[in-house]
């Protein structure tokens, strides 16, 4: 008997279905149009963009003019690409404009979609942002589809790793720009780092469309972006810790795999700390609990982290004397990405590798915050409906599933479960033989390096020729994806296959005639042509005995933690209606089983007394997999939930200091603002050391003369205004405020307003970009001890909260301060004074490299008698003079333990940048 939601579903279809039934009359008027845009010829039909973009300006909306817009682009893309979009991509990229996300299946044509909502919001002239999740498919994406824009009269920018500045403004001007998620991240913060706002290359956040959406905002959203700066160098620290941890033994640390923590046990924690009074990190008397250890402890535990979670081939490689971490869901390389608080310096010690300083964060945002900047944002994947609750909750985008153009004859096996790996593995060379052997391209999905390279070793003992793709060869991935689909080709891969690149079965004559053109050294683009025809006929050829033989097998080696990575895989076959067969290989001792999986399922396949090399295979046991995995997909949903949570309250700290940036550096007097920070500085002065209603003798009159000679540089007398008779707080204020000014004014008077007006604007910048700095570090450090309030019954996110707000409010204060200070103390030279100083600092450089030649002649010489005496050098001027810039670290060279901090804090060196 059929369940109630099961009739309901046949008789007025799923809301999928109706939100897809929504927008065909919206077709119909798009295909009807077609004859009309056929008759135009070129130039008619690219005149009506300005067409349109003189009616939206004028008042018709985006929506009125889809229609026509839709319709012209989809002949401008049949006369540029030979490519005509089918009615399905319009729909999908009617839900994109709309701001949902359209799952598309595979090869269902998402790129050529995503030019129609582009070109509409195009009109608008406010630039839009398709993104991508690599340089190479932003470059490929822009090249193919800059054809179609400049067709119809739009220009087209990529942005991507390595473009300098007036490149990048160039590619943001553009009306469509193509680029990474990472570097619009990264713009963006860098833009909010600029001193000019015509410095800045982000014009505005207006349209986005995510490709592959689910990897960018979901897995890639643990992780922030974060721009940081170098700190001490601290190598000899990591070194010494690295060698204590082979000497382990197990009873010494606990290691929980799913929260991905390792801990020391008490025996661990007695052992070390012996150890480290052995090398003179720990005083005799210290214990690893005292709080001067925390920073040590703190680096034994990321160091136990490096060698007992983290895993060479799998989690990261070692190239070029560097650690290149791995993506988990792509299988990709994350150059220049590295690990926080003193990870990536562990795994780097581990390796043997140039340990690279630590870094402190100058700026950080995460995806989730970066992404919601944008007025309308839409995405496209083959895989989104198993996260459509997060993305809904996060982002406010709906997932609609589009049909296919083609039925789907692809034929999904349910998996097969072995008692352990070598059963496994014996199972999968098998099969591949077998496809092999019937002339069936087959796809082998690994979840590592590792795994990808052992399986290759197994294929090569049985003589089956193969390629493998991972994250070592990741330049060459398009060239072997494309050629996965050919007659018998075996391809070994990595996650990196689910994305990008289309599988054509037979093969691809473009990628075949381009690879042929690089060996042969051949550039004319008719001669390309002419071996891409040539091919053309082979795979044709190809094609049909690969259809006879089945089409493309995908046999995955292991269940991924994500069903989304499994189904990317399992979508590169069967695209565009093309037959094929997919197949999933287990065992008890992968991963996701051995951690999540249900300890009955063990128990289940004992019971049934199963042989060596027998798999189970049962629809039953997909669907504890499938809970397996929806227990995983929940809990990482909660750790980005959680991430999202802690950085909204510094977002929107984050978005009020770039707003005051912003406008900063946008306004050219900033003289009401200085006065203003002025008034409440003397304000908050008076009111600390002159308590309302407080008798006079309670008055620190003498502190307040102190801090206001510190602030403004002035010596005021006021213990004897405060002596005179009536006075009280307001007459205080009203003289101290006066002279305040009177000193102000003559400052602008001596060195004329222009030139305070761009002092000003400098100084508010410097001490902003400082003090946030400074904040950033402190939350930080917050973040990372906030979690152990909860053993005190406390929230630790309204903790957070309070203290956060708390820090910001003392930030505001703090910077009002510093402004005031140095604008009271600043002091401009002249162009007679500034030539002066820098003809007496290059005389002093040319007498120190004439006495160093003589020393080094004296040397060579072997002159005998005493030593030569260093001249006397001239005492150094704090800051400049002396080469030390209190900002930047790496300037600092050599600095005493007990010399003052170059920093400008006032503590000594040990307690303060070089603490241990």
Known sequence: MLGLTTVAKKVFGTANDRKVKAVRPLVAKINALEPEMQALDDAALRAKTQEFVDRHAAGESLDDLLPEAFAAMREASVRSLGMRPFDVQLVGGIFLHQGNISEMKTGEGKTLMATLPVYLNALTKRGVHVVTVNDYL???????????????????????SGLDEAAKHAAYACDVIYATN????????????????????????????????????????????????????????????????????????EIDEKARQATLTDAGNDYLEDRLKEAGLLEPDATMYDPESTTIVHHVTQALRAHKLFTRDKDYIVRNDEVVLIDEFTG????????????????????????????????????????????????????????AEEFMQIYGLGVVEVPTNKPIARV????????????????????????????????????????????????????????????????????????????????????????????KLGGNAE?????????????????????EKAHEATVAAEKQKVLEAGGLFVLATERHESRRIDNQLRGRSGRQGDPGRTNFFLSLEDD?????????????????????????????????????????????????????KFDDVMNDQRKSIFTQRREIMEDDDLSDTVEEMREEVIENLVAEHVPARAYADQWRTEELAERVKEIFALDLPIADWAAEEGVDDDDLRVRIKDRVDAAYAEKIEKYGEPTMRQVEKQLLLQTIDKEWREH??????????????????????????????????????????????????????????????????????????????????????????????????????????????????ETWGEVGRNEPCPCGSGKKYKHCHGQL
Not at 433 to 453: C, D, F, M, N, Y
Not at 597 to 626: F, T, Y
Not at 820 to 835: D, G, N, P
Not at 846 to 870: L, N, R
Request: charged fraction near 25%; charge should be negative.
């Open 138 to 160: 932003a470059r490929r994406d822009a090249e193919w589809m800059s054809k179609v824009y400049s067709f119809m009269g739009l220009t087209t920018g990529v942005v991507v």
């Open 592 to 644: 996701l089983m051995r951690i999540f999986g249900s300890d009955r399922l063990d128990g289940m396949l004992q019971k049934l007394g199963m042989k060596e090399g027998e798999a189970i295979i049962h629809p039953w046991v997909n669907k504890a997999l499938e809970r397996a995995q929806t227990k995983v997909e929940a809990r990482n949903f909660d750790i980005r939930k959680n991430l999202l």
């Open 511 to 531: 990628m075949m005639a381009e690879v042929e053109a690089a060996e042969k050294g051949i550039t004319d683009p008719a001669e390309i042509a002419a071996l």
């Open 412 to 503: 999904d096996n349910d998996d097969q479960v072995y008692r352990t790996a070598r059963e496994k593995y014996d199972g999968i060379v098998r099969a591949i033989r077998i496809a092999h052997e019937k002339g069936q391209p087959t796809l082998v999905g690994t979840t590592s390096i590792e795994k990808s390279e052992l399986l290759s070793s197994l294929l090569k003992q049985e003589g089956i020729e193969h390629n493998v793709l991972n994250a070592r060869f990741h330049e060459q991935e398009a060239a072997i994806i494309a050629q996965a689909g050919r007659l018998g080709a075996v391809t070994i891969a990595t996650n990196m296959a689910g994305r990008g690149t289309d599988i």
């Open 182 to 253: 990472n570097e619009l991240g990264f713009d963006y913060l860098r833009d909010n780092m600029k001193p000019r706002v015509e410095e800045m290359v982000q014009r505005d956040h207006y349209f986005a469309i995510v490709d592959e959406v689910d990897s960018i905002l979901i897995d890639e959203a643990r992780t922030p972006l974060i721009i940081s700066g170098p700190t001490q160098d601290r190598s000899e620290l990591y070194i010494t810790l690295d060698k204590f941890i082979p000497d382990l033994s197990d009873e010494h640390y």
């Open 332 to 387: 990709r390389m994350m150059a220049g990405r590295r690990m926080s608080e003193g990870l990536h310096q562990a795994m780097e010690a581990k390796e043997g590798v140039k340990i690279q300083p630590e870094n402190v964060t100058l700026a950080s945002v995460t995806y989730q915050n970066y992404f919601r900047l944008y007025e309308k944002l839409g995405g496209m994947t083959g895989t989104a409906l198993t996260e």
């Open 776 to 889: 950033l570090l402190t939350l930080d450090h917050l973040r990372s001890v906030v979690g152990f309030r909860g053993y005190a019954q406390r929230d630790p996110l309204n903790e957070f909260k309070t203290e956060a707000f708390e820090l910001f409010r003392n930030l505001l204060e703090g910077l009002r301060t510093q402004v005031t200070r140095q604008l009271y103390h600043v002091q401009i030279l002249t162009e007679e004074e500034r030539a002066d100083v820098i003809a007496k600092m290059q005389a002093l450089a040319t007498g120190q490299k004439a006495q160093a030649m003589k020393a080094e002649a004296d040397a060579q010489s072997g002159a005998g008698g005493a030593a030569p005496q260093p001249a006397p050098q001239p005492e150094a001027a704090p800051g400049a003079a002396s080469g030390r810039d209190p900002e930047r670290p």
